[in-house]
Each structure stands twice: as C-alpha cells, then as structure tokens.
Nanobody, 125 residues
Framework: QVQLVESGGGSVQAGGSLRLSCAVS????????MGWFRQTPGKEREGVAA????????HYADSVKSRFTISRDNTKNTLYLELNSLKPEDTAMYYC??????????????????WGQGTQVTVSS
C-alpha cells in the first residue's frame, strides 16, 4: 500500500524559511514524477514544484521560482521542498504527490497520483 507522509510545516514570519519532507513507502519502483502542491480554502489546488526521476529535471510555478527548491533522495524514498523568502501569500496546506506532469506550463497531478495528508504552512507579515 502506497503511503505519503508530509512533515515540516509550521508558522514563520515573512522572509523566513521552512523545509518540507515527504516520506514515500509502498512502491516497488521509483515514481517518475513527484511534486508538491498547495491549496487554500476556496481556491484551486496549485502545483508548486515537480521533479523527475534522477533529480536533474525540475519545474516550478512562476510564483515560487528562485525561492523554493525541490529535491528527492531516492535512497531514503523522500521528497523535499525548501521554502525560502516566504511571503504571506505562500500560506496554504502543502501536499506531496507521486504522479504528476506539466500541462501548458502548469504542474498537475495525474489520475493515478497518490497524495499525502498535507502539512500546513502559515506565513505572517
């Protein structure tokens, strides 16, 4: 059974940093695309960052480019998201997912994606 468990969320002031982790278990192969998404109440889920197997190819939403960094450690089956220079508008529930792609420049989860339960990030001004 595939499981994704996020951790590392919290409350920080604007300009601060956080590091999110997503521990993945239950796969007998390495997911090709893994990604981070975020959602606030009343808004659509937004793809934030995606990384492909091997780690050399990444994609970011324009709103987080140069501030967030996605990485994966296949030896630990863990996905990471480094959040720097945080802004109040980054406040959201952050989810990791296995199974993603980029459509017209936007990161989206595929129909067979697995999702974590989410970790809350709150940025105060």
């Amino acid at each position: 059974q595939v499981q994704l468990v996020e951790s590392g969320g919290g409350s920080v002031q604007a300009g601060g940093s956080l590091r999110l982790s997503c521990a993945v278990s239950g796969y007998n192969y390495r997911p090709y695309c893994m990604g981070w998404f975020r959602q606030t109440p009343g808004k659509e889920r937004e793809g934030v960052a995606a990384i492909y197997d091997g780690g050399s190819s990444t994609h970011y939403a324009d709103s987080v480019k140069s501030r967030f960094t996605i990485s994966r450690d296949n030896t630990k089956n863990t996905l990471y998201l480094e959040l720097n220079s945080l802004k109040p508008e980054d406040t959201a529930m952050y989810y990791c997912a296995t199974g993603c792609t980029v459509v017209f420049g936007k990161i989206v989860g595929t129909s067979f994606a697995y999702w974590g339960q989410g970790t809350q990030v709150t940025v105060s001004s």
